[in-house]
């Protein structure tokens, strides 16, 4: 299990990647996000539960990784995306509702970057 955890891991840091990445590639060329940014976040969500879901039966089934701060970067974007989503119903990103969600990206892929790190043993 923890290989696959692993592999998810990769996935995640990568999908959060692109999605900062893409939200810098629209505020620069001042454009309005896509379809294809729709679903870059929905696949960017899915990947990081299922990764919170494998980590969380790793819990139950025993395993642990070698700092606590391995659980704030792993839920932590859960929540900085949950946060995203409320700041884009507000009225100040009506033109730009992608941009919480290309911010929440950033972090996110900080915090995820962060993880890996530290379940890989790396820092």
Do not use: K
């Amino acid at each position: 299990m923890s290989e696959l955890h692993e592999l998810v891991g990769f996935l995640v840091v990568g999908l959060f990647a692109v999605g900062w990445v893409f939200g810098l590639v629209l505020l620069i060329s001042r454009r309005s996000a896509g379809d294809w940014f729709w679903r870059w976040l929905t696949a960017a969500q899915v990947v990081a539960i299922v990764q919170a879901l494998i980590g969380s039966i790793m819990f139950l089934a025993g395993g642990r990784p070698s700092t606590w701060l391995h659980y704030v970067y792993g839920f932590g974007p859960l929540a900085i995306f949950g946060i995203g989503h409320l700041l884009a119903r507000d009225e100040a990103f009506r033109t730009r509702p992608w941009a919480p969600f290309a911010l929440a990206s950033f972090i996110s892929f900080g915090l995820s970057l962060r993880a890996l790190t530290t379940g890989l043993g790396i820092g």
